[in-house]
């Protein structure tokens, strides 16, 4: 299955946002929804089971100067096999302009057993712009061993690198199970928050030694970063702070 | 191809750049009760040799390649400021620069003609893998050799600290290098291979442990590595 979904977002020149274009096709159907606050508040309503190997999936995101988007998902989406020696693929492709914020904070993405599946973001924010980033994973239906899935994250600020993080798990992945990577933990994820308008806050390890927040070298932003027993935990641990950007 | 003495030379744990002094991440792992006995850590050196070995072993290679380039010096930026993005905590980062330190003050004096001075990172020092290249390409290896030097640092490192930390027997210690000799002869293949593409799309393999243990080995007051 093939599947591209465009979301553009600009501001409304009274204080707001309005979504200038918003179009999905089966998989990946795109949802506006009301919000109190300023800004939208956008849903991905899986269309149908999947990812399944084979499908190739594109969402690309565009926030214009001033705007401010919210996406979530509505369930956790659960890469599947599919065709022999096929990949399933997700894109996101998100652009943020100076000003504008966009939160991305889906549900999980599980990896069942025998899956194969890439998740690729690749975001660029420019100077001035404010974004949160959540990637989550689950290792395995509950008592599966998990199939193979690669999380790559790509984020530019202001023209330079600010974060490449390429977490893999399954059987492609040496050692991913074990104590130099996730310890035997059946969940884990991060979670970005870059604020021009908050300045970086210092490392702190916490609950136990499973989470850290990491200050990045390529600007105002913080990495969460986390592994837990189970996805409740993991969100626990990665909800930003309510209302982290005033034009949210 | 270089001597072969001078790929030993600059793989070896007593090259005089302060390698003893670093685990790997090991004893923060040792620490956290994660790494106990001989099977756990056979289990940290693959994980670490797939993630850390695998981006700084690249990072050596592309380094390499940069080093006889016109634009050396705006090469070797770009890869300063890739590599940070690849390291999120800032403990692997500062412990990158503080190896980098010490690996360039050692060919400074060993091999004066290297233009080091193209190296950026003024502040804490350039990066380890940085240095790493650019003296492989001096001593003559070539890419993949100088790859290899650097994956083969990241477990034999790790695995000495193993023994010091956990007791464990160095005959056994060593056989988990054995087993692991073709995993770390392939990662610098794929290293050596993956330094042809653009900066942005160099392996950015990630280690959850490996951030959150480097930060909690940087609050400690008495440790027995550095790193």
Request: overall charge neutral.
């Amino acid at each position: 299955m093939r599947a591209a979904a465009r979301l553009v977002a600009r501001a409304d020149g009274r204080g707001g946002t309005t979504l200038v274009e918003l179009r999905g096709e089966t998989p990946l159907l795109l949802r506006q929804v009301p919000t109190r606050r300023g800004g939208v508040t956008v849903y991905v309503v899986g269309g149908a089971a999947g990812p399944l190997a084979g499908d190739d999936l594109r969402l690309h995101i565009e926030v214009g100067a001033g705007a401010a988007v919210r996406v979530h998902t509505v369930a956790a989406s659960v890469a599947l096999p599919g065709r022999p020696d096929a990949t399933s693929r997700m894109l996101v492709r998100a652009v943020v302009a100076a000003g504008a914020a966009l939160h991305w904070l889906p549900e999980q993405l599980v990896a069942a057993a025998g899956c194969a599946h890439v998740a690729e973001s690749r975001i660029s924010v420019a100077d001035g712009g404010a974004l949160s980033w959540r990637d989550e994973l689950v290792c395995g239906r509950y008592g599966e061993e998990p199939g193979d899935a690669v999380v790559d994250t790509v984020v530019d600020h202001g023209g330079r690198p600010l974060l490449r993080q390429s977490l893999a798990v399954g059987p492609d992945a040496p050692g991913w199970a074990g104590p130099a990577v996730l310890g035997g933990a059946p969940a884990t994820g991060s979670l970005l928050v870059l604020d021009p308008s908050r300045p970086a806050e210092p490392p702190l390890v916490t609950a136990g030694g499973t989470v850290a927040r990491l200050p990045l070298a390529g600007g105002p932003a913080t990495l969460w970063t986390a592994t837990a027993p189970d996805a409740h935990t993991l969100r626990r641990h990665l909800t930003p702070p309510e209302a982290p950007l005033a034009t949210a | 191809m270089a001597a072969p003495s001078l790929l030993l030379l600059l793989a070896d744990g007593r090259f005089p750049a302060g390698a003893h002094a670093h685990s790997g991440g090991l004893e923060a792992a040792v620490a956290a009760r994660r790494v106990t006995d001989l099977a756990t850590l056979a289990a940290f050196l693959r994980g670490r040799l797939a993630t850390a070995g695998l981006v700084g072993a690249t990072f050596a290679a592309a380094a390499h390649r940069a080093a006889p380039a016109a634009d050396r010096r705006a090469r070797l930026a770009r890869l300063d400021t890739e590599l940070d993005a690849r390291t999120a905590a800032p403990a692997l980062r500062a412990v990158s620069r503080r190896q980098g330190r010490a690996l360039l003050r050692a060919g400074r004096t060993i091999w004066p003609h290297i233009p080091f001075a193209d190296l950026p990172g003024a502040g804490g020092g350039p990066h380890q893998p940085l240095v790493l290249g650019l003296l492989g390409a001096a001593a003559g290896l070539d890419r993949t050799e100088t790859a290899l030097a650097a994956a083969y640092g990241t477990v034999t490192a790790a695995a000495s600290a193993g023994v010091r930390l956990l007791g464990l027997d160095p005959y056994h210690v060593h056989a988990l290098l054995v087993d692991l000799a073709g995993a770390c002869d392939a990662t610098a293949r794929d290293a050596a291979d993956a330094a042809d593409g653009p900066p942005e799309d160099l392996p950015a393999v990630a280690a959850p442990l490996a951030d959150i243990h480097a930060e909690v080995h940087a609050t400690w007051e008495v440790r027995l590595f550095a790193s």
